[in-house]
């Protein structure tokens, strides 16, 4: 088991930056694939990026891609989450999860594959 909490989230104009960070606990965070999804009100929870276990393949949702870049350093046990050139349909709260997959398996878009979830951050965005 794991547990995760994230930090880094704010209030940020269009265009800014921002760097959420995700804690996990424990000593088996390698073990796991690493997720970073959003909710906005109203909406579903969606995909926004997903790292390997080794840190070597990572995978974006179109809306993010080229804007936003995930990263991990199993010797901290930690994920990250660099946001740049935000919009304000990036506004949401944002959730790090992690899945427990092989070493060489490409990390999950589905949230239901996503065993651990933190609290979530919010961030938001204005015009």
């Known amino acids: 088991q794991v547990q995760l909490v994230e930090s880094g989230g704010g209030l940020v104009q269009a265009g800014g930056s921002l760097r959420l960070s995700c804690a996990a606990s424990?000593?088996?965070?390698?073990?796991?694939?690493m997720g970073w999804f959003r909710q906005a009100p109203g909406k579903e929870r969606e995909f926004v990026a997903g790292?390997?276990?080794?840190?070597?393949?990572?995978t974006y949702a179109d809306s993010v891609k080229g804007r936003f870049t995930i990263s991990r350093d199993n010797a901290k046990s930690t994920a990250s989450l660099q946001m740049n050139g935000l919009k304000p349909e990036d506004t949401a709260v944002y959730y790090c999860?992690?899945?427990?997959?092989?070493?060489?398996?490409?990390?999950?878009?589905?949230?239901?594959?996503?065993?651990?979830w933190g609290q979530g951050t919010q961030v938001t965005v204005s015009s």
């Open positions: 790292i390997s276990r080794s840190g070597g393949t990572s």
């Open positions: 424990g000593r088996t965070f390698s073990t796991y694939s």
């Open positions: 999860a992690a899945a427990p997959t092989s070493w060489v398996q490409a990390p999950p878009r589905g949230r239901y594959d996503y065993n651990f």
